[in-house]
């Protein structure tokens, strides 16, 4: 196993376990112990995990405002099944609003069988990487908020204010029954609720780590969004709530 896929498969464990032991993590990939330190000083300076005395925890902000660089990593399998059960509510020649949120970044990536699609993205990381492909990027213009690498602020409002939209397609980092849809930051929560008003659809990807959780910035009422997509069953109460609300849940 190469280094890069036993870091990840260490994030998907803390993640899971909440803490790791450089004995257990030195035992189940066949490696020194020192490897293993080399690896979790690594996550440390990304800010996933905190080093502890014979292993590591998991870092206390990680559900908070985490740069895209680390969220790009976290529950990646999760986040691919997700964006592939997005793709049959998009149609040849729709128009889009997409976040910057990292599962909305693998959602980009299975529209490539689709025509005529038009994208606009605050998104500094799908403006790169999808420079090239077929579809029809606007980007919204605005400042940049390196964390996100995402674009914020008033001119990317009136970009967004300026289209209306078939779909708009969104992450978050909280869902709670009572206070509904939340995410980490204001600058980019303000810039969501923008494309919730100029979209006639609006689906939210998340999965289900997300649910029963309230994040900093209060982003929207569920009843605002017509599609919730996830990874596995929510529970009996969410999907009586939801059904209420008369937004399809697929997972």
């Not at 300026?162 to 939340?182: F, H, P, Q, W």
């Not at 204001?186 to 649910?211: G, Q, V």
Request: with cysteine.
């Amino acid at each position: 196993m190469l280094a890069p896929e036993r870091r990840q498969r260490i994030i998907d464990l803390i993640h899971q376990d909440k803490r790791v032991l450089v004995s257990d993590l030195s035992k189940m990939f066949d490696v020194t112990e020192e490897t293993i330190r080399r690896d979790l000083e690594k996550l440390e300076k990304e800010g996933i995990l905190s080093r502890t005395y014979g292993g590591a925890m998991l870092n206390r902000h990680t559900n908070e405002d985490l740069p895209y660089t680390v969220r790009n990593t976290i529950n990646m399998d999760m986040k691919r099944d997700i964006a592939l059960k997005a793709i049959d509510l998009i149609n040849d020649g729709d128009t889009l609003m997409v976040d910057p949120s990292s599962t909305s970044f693998e959602f980009m990536k299975t529209l490539s069988n689709k025509n005529n699609l038009t994208v606009i993205t605050n998104s500094v990381n799908i403006l790169h990487e999808f420079a090239s492909s077929n579809l029809n990027i606007i980007s919204t213009g605005g400042s940049l908020r390196s964390r996100s690498l995402s674009l914020v602020g008033p001119t990317a409002h009136d970009t967004v204010q300026k289209y209306n939209v078939d779909t708009a397609v969104i992450g978050c980092k909280g869902l709670s029954l009572n206070k509904g849809i939340s995410d980490s930051n204001e600058p980019e929560c303000e810039l969501k609720k923008y494309m919730l008003r100029h979209a006639n659809k609006i689906i939210l990807l998340t999965d289900h780590t997300k649910f029963d959780k309230t994040a900093f910035v209060k982003l929207a009422e569920l009843d605002q969004i017509d599609y919730l997509i996830t990874d596995c069953k929510p529970s009996a109460e969410w999907l009586e709530l939801l059904a209420g609300k008369n937004i399809e849940v697929v997972y």
